[in-house]
Protein backbone atom coordinates (compact mmCIF):
# COMPACT_ATOMS: atom_id res chain seq x y z
CA UNK A 1 0.00 0.00 0.00
CA UNK A 2 1.29 3.20 -0.86
CA UNK A 3 1.68 6.19 1.67
CA UNK A 4 -1.14 8.31 -0.93
CA UNK A 5 -3.23 5.40 0.02
CA UNK A 6 -3.00 4.68 3.24
CA UNK A 7 -3.82 8.52 4.14
CA UNK A 8 -6.83 7.80 1.98
CA UNK A 9 -7.50 5.13 4.11
CA UNK A 10 -7.30 7.02 7.18
CA UNK A 11 -8.85 10.33 5.89
CA UNK A 12 -11.94 8.37 4.76
CA UNK A 13 -12.04 6.44 8.47
CA UNK A 14 -10.30 8.68 11.00
CA UNK A 15 -12.47 11.73 11.04
CA UNK A 16 -16.04 9.76 10.66
CA UNK A 17 -15.15 7.67 14.04
CA UNK A 18 -13.72 10.94 15.89
CA UNK A 19 -16.61 12.57 15.11
CA UNK A 20 -19.57 9.81 16.32
CA UNK A 21 -16.75 9.46 19.13
CA UNK A 22 -17.91 13.10 20.27
CA UNK A 23 -21.30 12.93 19.83
CA UNK A 24 -21.82 10.02 22.17
CA UNK A 25 -19.69 11.24 24.52
CA UNK A 26 -21.87 15.02 23.97
CA UNK A 27 -25.04 12.97 24.00
CA UNK A 28 -23.80 10.98 27.50
CA UNK A 29 -22.25 14.07 29.18
CA UNK A 30 -25.82 16.76 27.68
CA UNK A 31 -26.54 17.38 31.24
CA UNK A 32 -23.74 19.13 31.99
CA UNK A 33 -24.17 22.20 29.03
CA UNK A 34 -28.46 21.11 27.81
CA UNK A 35 -29.32 24.66 28.69
CA UNK A 36 -26.09 27.00 27.62
CA UNK A 37 -25.18 28.59 24.11
CA UNK A 38 -24.11 24.96 23.37
CA UNK A 39 -26.91 23.18 23.82
CA UNK A 40 -27.12 22.04 19.93
CA UNK A 41 -24.24 21.36 20.34
CA UNK A 42 -24.65 17.48 19.78
CA UNK A 43 -26.99 18.01 16.87
CA UNK A 44 -23.97 19.97 14.88
CA UNK A 45 -21.63 17.23 15.45
CA UNK A 46 -24.07 14.40 14.53
CA UNK A 47 -24.76 16.80 10.88
CA UNK A 48 -20.67 16.81 10.83
CA UNK A 49 -20.96 12.83 10.90
CA UNK A 50 -23.37 12.52 8.04
CA UNK A 51 -21.96 15.14 6.14
CA UNK A 52 -18.86 13.01 5.85
CA UNK A 53 -20.49 9.70 5.56
CA UNK A 54 -22.52 11.38 2.45
CA UNK A 55 -19.39 12.81 1.35
CA UNK A 56 -17.85 9.36 1.10
CA UNK A 57 -19.99 7.62 -0.15
CA UNK A 58 -21.10 10.16 -3.18
CA UNK A 59 -16.99 9.86 -4.26
CA UNK A 60 -16.17 6.28 -3.76
CA UNK A 61 -19.54 4.72 -4.72
CA UNK A 62 -21.66 5.08 -7.62
CA UNK A 63 -25.26 4.31 -6.10
CA UNK A 64 -24.55 7.59 -4.41
CA UNK A 65 -25.03 10.44 -6.94
CA UNK A 66 -25.69 14.10 -7.22
CA UNK A 67 -24.90 14.74 -10.57
CA UNK A 68 -26.14 11.92 -13.54
CA UNK A 69 -23.06 13.54 -15.69
CA UNK A 70 -20.27 10.84 -15.35
CA UNK A 71 -17.91 14.22 -15.23
CA UNK A 72 -19.44 15.03 -12.03
CA UNK A 73 -20.71 11.87 -10.37
CA UNK A 74 -18.26 12.00 -7.68
CA UNK A 75 -18.78 15.30 -7.17
CA UNK A 76 -19.78 16.17 -3.61
CA UNK A 77 -18.37 19.70 -2.46
CA UNK A 78 -21.73 21.52 -2.57
CA UNK A 79 -22.62 19.48 0.85
CA UNK A 80 -19.30 20.69 2.32
CA UNK A 81 -19.78 24.52 1.11
CA UNK A 82 -23.44 24.09 2.85
CA UNK A 83 -21.63 22.62 5.76
CA UNK A 84 -18.98 25.01 6.66
CA UNK A 85 -21.51 27.96 6.36
CA UNK A 86 -23.78 26.35 8.71
CA UNK A 87 -20.34 25.74 10.87
CA UNK A 88 -19.59 29.31 11.20
CA UNK A 89 -22.93 30.41 11.66
CA UNK A 90 -23.80 28.09 14.79
CA UNK A 91 -20.16 29.05 16.43
CA UNK A 92 -21.29 32.91 15.73
CA UNK A 93 -24.27 32.78 17.39
CA UNK A 94 -22.71 30.56 20.25
CA UNK A 95 -20.39 33.36 21.33
CA UNK A 96 -22.71 36.32 20.48
CA UNK A 97 -24.43 35.05 23.00
CA UNK A 98 -21.89 34.15 25.41
CA UNK A 99 -19.92 37.54 25.15
CA UNK A 100 -20.78 39.88 27.68
CA UNK A 101 -19.83 43.49 26.01
CA UNK A 102 -22.47 44.74 23.63
CA UNK A 103 -19.79 46.05 21.34
CA UNK A 104 -18.15 42.54 21.10
CA UNK A 105 -21.83 41.42 20.37
CA UNK A 106 -22.66 43.71 17.48
CA UNK A 107 -19.06 42.70 16.00
CA UNK A 108 -20.08 39.13 15.97
CA UNK A 109 -23.71 40.07 14.58
CA UNK A 110 -21.98 42.09 11.78
CA UNK A 111 -19.29 39.52 11.10
CA UNK A 112 -22.08 36.92 10.64
CA UNK A 113 -23.46 39.16 7.76
CA UNK A 114 -20.08 39.56 6.43
CA UNK A 115 -19.81 35.99 6.31
CA UNK A 116 -23.13 35.29 4.68
CA UNK A 117 -22.08 37.99 2.01
CA UNK A 118 -19.30 35.97 1.02
CA UNK A 119 -20.50 32.87 0.83
CA UNK A 120 -23.13 34.95 -1.80
CA UNK A 121 -20.50 36.55 -3.91
CA UNK A 122 -18.59 33.24 -4.16
CA UNK A 123 -21.31 31.34 -5.04
CA UNK A 124 -21.69 33.91 -7.95
CA UNK A 125 -18.58 33.44 -8.94
CA UNK A 126 -17.66 29.79 -8.65
CA UNK A 127 -20.58 27.51 -8.91
CA UNK A 128 -20.62 25.55 -5.67
CA UNK A 129 -22.44 22.39 -6.88
CA UNK A 130 -18.53 21.65 -8.29
CA UNK A 131 -16.62 24.45 -6.81
CA UNK A 132 -15.35 24.59 -2.78
CA UNK A 133 -15.92 28.65 -2.26
CA UNK A 134 -12.77 28.83 -0.95
CA UNK A 135 -12.88 32.21 0.15
CA UNK A 136 -15.56 32.46 1.86
CA UNK A 137 -14.42 29.35 3.79
CA UNK A 138 -11.19 31.80 4.26
CA UNK A 139 -13.76 34.65 5.09
CA UNK A 140 -15.51 32.63 7.96
CA UNK A 141 -12.31 31.16 9.32
CA UNK A 142 -10.44 34.87 10.16
CA UNK A 143 -14.01 36.10 11.10
CA UNK A 144 -14.16 32.95 13.73
CA UNK A 145 -10.46 33.24 14.84
CA UNK A 146 -11.39 37.13 15.59
CA UNK A 147 -14.31 36.19 17.58
CA UNK A 148 -12.51 33.50 19.77
CA UNK A 149 -9.63 36.35 20.31
CA UNK A 150 -12.38 38.49 21.69
CA UNK A 151 -13.76 35.61 23.91
CA UNK A 152 -10.25 34.89 24.99
CA UNK A 153 -9.55 38.57 25.99
CA UNK A 154 -12.78 38.40 27.66
CA UNK A 155 -11.92 35.73 29.61
CA UNK A 156 -8.73 37.00 30.82
CA UNK A 157 -9.95 40.17 31.74
CA UNK A 158 -12.58 38.55 34.11
CA UNK A 159 -12.74 36.66 37.44
CA UNK A 160 -14.31 33.05 37.88
CA UNK A 161 -14.57 30.77 41.13
CA UNK A 162 -14.15 27.96 38.93
CA UNK A 163 -11.07 27.03 36.71
CA UNK A 164 -10.76 27.12 33.14
CA UNK A 165 -10.38 23.20 33.72
CA UNK A 166 -13.61 22.97 33.95
CA UNK A 167 -15.10 25.35 31.30
CA UNK A 168 -16.61 22.94 27.83
CA UNK A 169 -16.42 26.31 26.05
CA UNK A 170 -13.18 27.33 26.56
CA UNK A 171 -12.01 23.83 25.22
CA UNK A 172 -14.41 24.27 22.27
CA UNK A 173 -12.79 27.51 21.96
CA UNK A 174 -9.02 26.25 21.96
CA UNK A 175 -10.21 23.65 19.58
CA UNK A 176 -11.57 25.57 17.12
CA UNK A 177 -9.02 28.40 17.79
CA UNK A 178 -6.11 25.35 16.56
CA UNK A 179 -7.84 24.27 13.49
CA UNK A 180 -9.09 27.52 12.14
CA UNK A 181 -5.83 29.72 12.26
CA UNK A 182 -4.07 27.07 9.66
CA UNK A 183 -7.06 26.31 7.85
CA UNK A 184 -6.86 29.09 5.42
CA UNK A 185 -3.55 28.68 4.87
CA UNK A 186 -4.31 25.03 3.84
CA UNK A 187 -7.23 26.31 1.61
CA UNK A 188 -4.75 29.03 -0.10
CA UNK A 189 -1.10 26.31 -1.09
CA UNK A 190 -3.12 23.27 -0.55
CA UNK A 191 -3.41 23.56 -4.36
CA UNK A 192 -0.46 24.24 -4.91
CA UNK A 193 1.33 20.98 -6.20
CA UNK A 194 0.72 17.43 -5.88
CA UNK A 195 3.39 17.09 -2.88
CA UNK A 196 2.00 20.27 -0.96
CA UNK A 197 -1.31 18.21 -1.19
CA UNK A 198 -0.61 15.38 0.49
CA UNK A 199 1.17 16.85 3.50
CA UNK A 200 -1.78 19.64 4.03
CA UNK A 201 -4.27 16.52 3.78
CA UNK A 202 -2.09 15.28 6.64
CA UNK A 203 -1.84 18.06 8.04
CA UNK A 204 -5.96 18.89 8.40
CA UNK A 205 -5.62 15.82 9.69
CA UNK A 206 -3.86 16.28 12.57
CA UNK A 207 -5.85 19.41 13.29
CA UNK A 208 -9.01 17.74 12.89
CA UNK A 209 -8.06 15.43 15.64
CA UNK A 210 -6.55 18.35 18.01
CA UNK A 211 -10.25 20.00 17.65
CA UNK A 212 -11.89 17.32 17.88
CA UNK A 213 -9.46 16.40 20.93
CA UNK A 214 -10.42 19.42 22.72
CA UNK A 215 -14.15 19.27 22.28
CA UNK A 216 -13.51 15.81 24.22
CA UNK A 217 -11.62 16.96 26.29
CA UNK A 218 -14.25 19.68 27.84
CA UNK A 219 -17.22 17.00 27.30
CA UNK A 220 -15.70 14.74 29.45
CA UNK A 221 -14.22 17.33 32.62
CA UNK A 222 -16.69 19.95 32.15
CA UNK A 223 -18.94 21.64 34.25
CA UNK A 224 -22.44 23.60 34.13
CA UNK A 225 -20.70 26.13 36.91
CA UNK A 226 -17.50 26.83 35.15
CA UNK A 227 -19.23 27.42 31.66
CA UNK A 228 -18.93 30.81 30.18
Not at 40 to 68: H, R
Request: contains cysteine.
Amino acid sequence: MTSENLVRLISSQFPILLYLTTWVISVIQYKRFFDTPLKYFPMLIIYTFFTEVLGYFIKYNDQFLFFSDDRYAWHNVIIYNIYQLIFFLFFYRVYQRTLKKASHKTWVKYGSYLCILAYVIDSIIYNPLHNRLSHAHIVGSVILIFILILYFLEKKSEESLYPQKHNLLFWVSMGLFAFYFVFPLVLIFGNVSIDLQFYFRRTLLSLIGIMYGCFIIGLLVGKRQAFR
